[in-house]
């Protein structure tokens, strides 16, 4: 079945520091790639999502970047800031073509 | 925030009880899902619903059923509760399944004694 790899599963950074986070799919038919925030107690929220035909989508501080010949995606977050500490969950769709499968999250610090 | 509800938002239970969780939805969203989010593991798919009475298995669905009557409810059902089912469960609905947003329900905290 489908397979969604998340790496790292923590990440500390200082603040004002860029962040990187990498999924990596095994269905090549997936055309449709969320990334979720969630705060500690809270609810997931996407943030920001990318379609297979596009490479890269940028909103603010924050882009995902796609390579579907590599199967993988990246969430980067420039000049990071302590709200952005949180858990980041990347998705795809799962091999029936009808659910979003989660990767098991990176919990990202940013200190200040 | 999207109109879904959990209910109950907290639940301690005895080994070998059956205990229903809720997750009511006032968006008129074709599509609902259920999620167990545990330490380590991230969000697991357990069933999803792409319609009354259309329902299917995600990744551990073992010990576990829904029913979906209405659009607006979707019910997850643990007929006899295990302590491996001490979780958080996460309601999810969307308009566009797996191309569109999910907008998850604030969390059933389950524990199993």
């Known amino acids: 079945g489908e397979n969604v790899e998340q790496h790292p599963s923590t990440l500390s950074v200082q603040e004002g520091d860029s962040a990187v986070i990498k999924c990596t799919y095994s269905d090549s038919a997936s055309n449709y790639f969320p990334w979720y925030k969630q705060e500690l107690g809270k609810r997931p929220q996407l943030i920001i999502d990318?379609?297979?035909?596009?490479g890269e989508k940028k909103d603010q501080r924050i882009a995902v970047t796609l390579n579907k010949t590599a199967k993988h995606f990246s969430l980067h977050i420039t000049e990071t800031q302590p709200e952005d500490s949180a858990v980041y969950f990347c998705a795809a769709r799962n091999q029936a073509g009808t659910a979003l499968i989660f990767g098991k999250g990176t919990t990202l610090s940013v200190s200040s | 925030d999207a109109g879904i509800t959990q209910s109950p938002r907290h639940k301690v239970t005895e080994t070998g009880t059956p205990v229903t969780l809720r997750c009511h939805q006032t968006e008129n969203h074709r599509y609902m899902y259920w999620y167990r989010q545990d330490p380590g593991h991230g969000l697991r798919l357990i069933h999803y619903s792409y319609g009354v009475k259309d329902t299917d298995k995600g990744e551990v669905s073992d010990g576990y059923s829904v029913s979906r009557s209405k659009t607006e409810d979707f019910l997850l059902t643990l007929e006899s509760a295990t302590s491996s089912q001490t979780s958080v469960y996460f309601c999810?609905?969307?308009?566009?399944?797996?191309?569109?947003?999910?907008?998850f329900g604030e969390g059933s905290r389950l524990t199993v004694l």
């Open positions: 990318i379609r297979s035909n596009v």
């Open positions: 999810a609905i969307s308009e566009a399944g797996n191309t569109g947003e999910l907008f």
